[in-house]
């Protein structure tokens, strides 16, 4: 943290700049509070030579967006940015909340090598987010020591695709903004496009990098074809990095098995009790003690002078860049010289004229360089150890080196491409070339974007604000390396299927997958996954049908997905705006719509019978369905209500007769899908509205249903006489005659409750979760919450019961005395209780929320392995809101998030 100088901004938008934080090669970071002391941000603002190019700002305002599509787990989100792109100063920026934390460059220059321990927590928390990137089939493409954080919480990244992570940034000819990279990884020297594989190996780099305080491969040439040193490197960790360091792309362990090894329980759970040295913790407390004297007006912090004559310029690649700028003597270039037959440079140089970022694949990252910014000294009283050979500066070639010139702009989209293809030799990494394709190559796609899912029985909570979804760790020191790091926009999911699938819609054959043996910790790979078309509306409902069908309504349609290939089957407009999909027999699927019940086939979607609400009720002329309670086996348990005119009595004699009235009726049905026939109805109070009450399914026993009213359609007098408690009622299952009413013990209005068919209620009581005897009323046994607990919905198997909570803890227990069998954490930082599935057989317990789902093994609780998905990267897409859904059948679990279907092997 350093002074102001006199030509940095004042303010941007609301936040006034007390401090720089540091600089990276495209932006500046800053420290700035906004209305009160306590609310301080870092504001990442472009440099200004950069602000000037239109591709570099269309790309650091696309990348913003980006960042924030990406917050979750180790990653922040962006809370504020202009709105035109720009700040006042004309350029663009973001903030981020501000947490007290360091550079990984400016630790190893404060503490030098960090032990173990905290190498492994650094490794894991980086991996995690590597996984979920990778789960999209997307390149990270952004680590560098200068772009990892260091907090007391956790290690935290902040930047995303080679600018993040470059040595160097410039104007290139033409408008053009040229990246100068560090090392690249060898397949990215052999001509190769980067992959997954590339971030595992610069992960290798950088976790050598912190064990030892140097890099195992000092230049290219080591790179390409040497061995890494790692004599240095902790025993326990020399062959996971030496696997993360091979030569060969498809012998590096993936990064979901790298966070395993390093951290089983999570990385969140390993740094809980501390994981920084002393000194660095100090470092890091101390920053935030100067931070709070700024904001607070206690330390000054105005502008000085900028500095004359710097030795160093983000121009000076001979000192950013570890590979020097010239080609060395080879066999095709003994001069070394420049010129129009010499071997070219690697780089990245993007064309201002392109219209969208290019796709992540085409994006080459540089293994990082891990100069500290020139204008950040060690602190005085530690004198900061030699910088490794690849910190050193290098020393260019004598004489002026011409630089390539750009190709002139085209009005083309426009794609990364490496000078001289593949079959060129190996040059020195650095530079690459933007050229333009022809007008019919594809542009990148747009990954889905889930909404919230519709309010029936086994669905993810609807997402949480974000800035409410990181409460436990905290947000991290802001996009410290640049969000113009993101440039690395776009990319596909792997092994997508989708309703415009090519491939028959018949075809049997199970769509592409390279599932294989799961390790600990990390998520099998999915036997398919299926993306509902981005031209259609969210799903809204998914159901299985029959373990042979996926079945999502939508607002236009119903559509159907096969459970053994992932691939669309047939959709129906009738069956537009559903409220479920459920079994009615082997040959059909009944759907619940806005105005109608129907019965689709099975095997190609058509409707063979249909029954409207208006008019296929006796007795109750223009009946409006609400929603559907749940149903069991092949009854259906759904609330409806009608306008009924109640005639005036008759008058006495010598009176005028009264007038008729309209009046609102409201029953709870109970209908058979397989016959096709309404069971019973029974009269229930109206909502508020006045219109028909909204009932949830507690229980179903062989005697009796048991509902409880959501408190949001009770009317102002029911609400009253509740008290705040929920009441509870119960009808006979045969005929629908009302059996009892009552509340048990503090159990609120929303308070979460399930029942089970031998007469035991079990509900969120305050933090705890009570069993309750019904009707009775009499407590069985409580069993505690940890902390400020509420308990989510629990799941009845067999003799135990399946317990869930905010603390994100998921248990068992059993049902019969209330004794915990097991209770393990998913470490995720949600503040609401996950979801909870369990599979038929009992075997696996999976809760998902809003940011993951984490697979416990039935027996023990043991923790399985952990499934994220980034959601959308596309900066114009919808916001990801919706939470995760599970649904399981045999041996398989369907998990989705919006329009994302993945289908995963289970024990």
């Known amino acids: 943290m350093e002074a102001l100088r006199q030509d940095d901004p004042g303010r941007f938008g609301p936040y006034t700049v007390l401090a720089r934080l540091r600089e990276t090669a495209a932006s500046v970071l800053y420290l700035a509070r906004g209305e009160t002391a306590q609310d301080l941000v870092v504001v990442t603002a472009a440099r200004p030579e950069l602000a000037a190019l239109p591709a570099f700002r269309h790309r650091f305002d696309a990348e913003a967006r980006i960042a924030d599509r990406l917050a979750g787990g180790w990653v922040a989100e962006v809370l504020d940015a202009p709105a035109d792109g720009s700040g006042e100063d004309d350029r663009p920026w973001t903030a981020s909340a501000y947490v007290p934390a360091l550079t990984l460059t400016e630790a190893i220059g404060t503490v030098g090598p960090l032990p173990e321990r905290a190498v492994r927590i650094l490794g894991a928390g980086i991996a995690e987010t590597l996984s979920r990137v990778h789960a999209t089939g997307t390149v990270f493409q952004g680590l560098s020591p200068r772009t990892v954080l260091l907090a007391e919480d956790g290690p935290w990244l902040t930047a995303f695709g080679p600018l993040g992570a470059a040595a160097g940034a410039e104007a290139g000819p033409g408008g053009g903004l040229s990246v100068r990279l560090g090392h690249l990884t060898p397949e990215q020297l052999a001509g190769e496009t980067a992959g997954p594989a590339s971030d595992l190996f610069v992960l290798g780099l950088l976790l050598a990098y912190a064990a030892t305080g140097t890099t195992p491969l000092a230049d290219a040439e080591r790179i390409a074809r040497g061995e890494p040193e790692l004599g240095d490197v902790p025993e326990a960790l020399r062959d996971l990095i030496a696997r993360c360091l091979a030569k060969d792309p498809a012998a590096r362990p993936g990064a979901g098995t790298v966070a395993a090894e390093l951290a089983l329980e999570g990385a969140a759970g390993l740094a809980a009790g501390g994981w920084l040295p002393g000194r660095l913790s100090a470092a890091v407390a101390a920053q935030g003690v100067r931070a709070g004297r700024l904001a607070a007006g206690a330390e000054p912090g105005g502008p000085v002078p900028a500095p004359v004559n710097e030795s160093v310029s983000v121009k000076n690649v001979s000192v950013e860049n570890p590979v020097p700028d010239h080609n060395p003597a080879s066999e095709e270039n003994p001069s070394g010289a420049q010129g129009a037959n010499a071997p070219k440079s690697y780089g990245d140089v993007w064309d201002a004229v392109a219209p969208a970022p290019p796709p992540i694949q085409d994006a080459v990252p540089g293994v990082f360089d891990a100069v500290p910014p020139h204008h950040q000294a060690p602190p005085p009283h530690h004198q900061a150890p030699p910088p490794p050979a690849w910190q050193q500066p290098t020393v260019a070639a004598p004489g002026p080196i011409p630089s390539t010139p750009a190709p002139p702009p085209d009005t083309h989209t426009t794609q990364l491409k490496a000078i001289g293809g593949p079959a060129a030799p190996w040059p020195n990494p650095g530079t690459y070339e933007q050229q333009p394709y022809a007008q019919t190559a594809p542009p990148p796609q747009p990954l889905p974007v889930p909404l919230p899912p519709a309010p029936i029985p086994n669905i993810a909570p609807p997402a949480e604000p974000r800035r409410g979804g990181m409460g436990r760790r905290g947000l991290l020191i802001g996009a410290a390396a640049g969000v113009a790091g993101l440039l690395a926009g776009g990319g596909t999911l792997y092994a997508l299927t989708s309703g415009d699938d090519d491939k028959p819609k018949d075809d049997p054959k199970p769509a592409p997958t390279t599932a294989g043996p799961s390790l600990s910790g990390v998520a099998p ?370 998990v989705r998030r919006g329009r994302t279907v993945y289908a995963f092997p289970v024990a």
């Open 525 to 894: 790979q999915p036997l398919w996954i299926h993306t509902h078309p981005a031209d259609e509306p969210l799903p809204l409902t998914a159901a299985l049908w029959n373990d042979r069908l996926l079945v999502l309504t939508d607002q236009s349609h119903v559509s159907a997905v096969d459970l053994r290939t992932g691939r669309r089957l047939w959709e129906n407009a009738d069956g537009a705006k559903g409220q479920a999909a459920l079994a009615a027999g082997e040959e059909h699927c009944f759907v619940a719509g806005p105005s109608e019940f129907l019965w689709l086939s099975a095997k190609d979607g058509r409707v063979a019978h249909r029954v409207a609400y208006a008019d296929g009720f006796e007795d109750a002329p223009d009946l409006s369905v609400r929603t559907l309670v749940g149903s069991a086996g092949t009854t259906i348990w759904f609330t409806g209500s009608h306008k009924a005119t109640v005639k005036a009595p008759a008058p006495k004699k010598g009176e005028k007769r009264g007038k008729d009235k309209q009046v609102v009726r409201s029953y709870l049905f109970a209908y058979d899908v397989v016959g096709r026939k309404e069971l019973w109805r029974t009269p229930v109070p109206n909502g508020r509205g006045p219109i028909a009450p909204v009932f949830r399914l507690i229980a179903v026993r062989p005697d009796a249903v048991i509902v409880r009213q959501d408190h949001l359609t009770l009317t102002p007098a029911a609400l009253k006489a509740a008290k705040k408690k929920g009441i509870f009622r119960s009808f006979d299952r045969e005929t629908g005659k009302a059996q009892w009413s009552r509340r048990f013990g503090s159990v609120t209005l929303d308070g979460a409750a399930v029942g089970d068919a031998e007469g035991v209620l079990y509900a969120a009581n305050g933090t705890g979760l009570r069993a309750f005897e019904t009707p009775a009323g009499k407590a069985k046994w409580t069993l505690k919450g940890t902390g400020k607990t509420v308990f989510g919905p629990s799941v009845v198997t067999g003799d135990l019961l399946h317990t869930t909570n905010s603390n994100q803890e998921v248990g068992a227990v059993d049902r019969g005395n209330g004794k915990l069998k097991w209770r393990r954490s998913t470490e995720s930082a949600e503040t609401k209780a996950p979801a909870v599935t369990v599979t038929k057989s009992g075997d696996t317990v999976f809760a998902a929320g809003y940011g993951q789902v984490t697979a416990f093994s039935g027996a023990d609780g043991r923790r399985l392995w952990k499934f994220q998905d980034i959601g959308n990267q596309d900066p114009d897409g919808e916001t990801v809101k919706a939470g995760y859904q599970v649904l399981t059948y045999g041996k398989t679990a369907i």
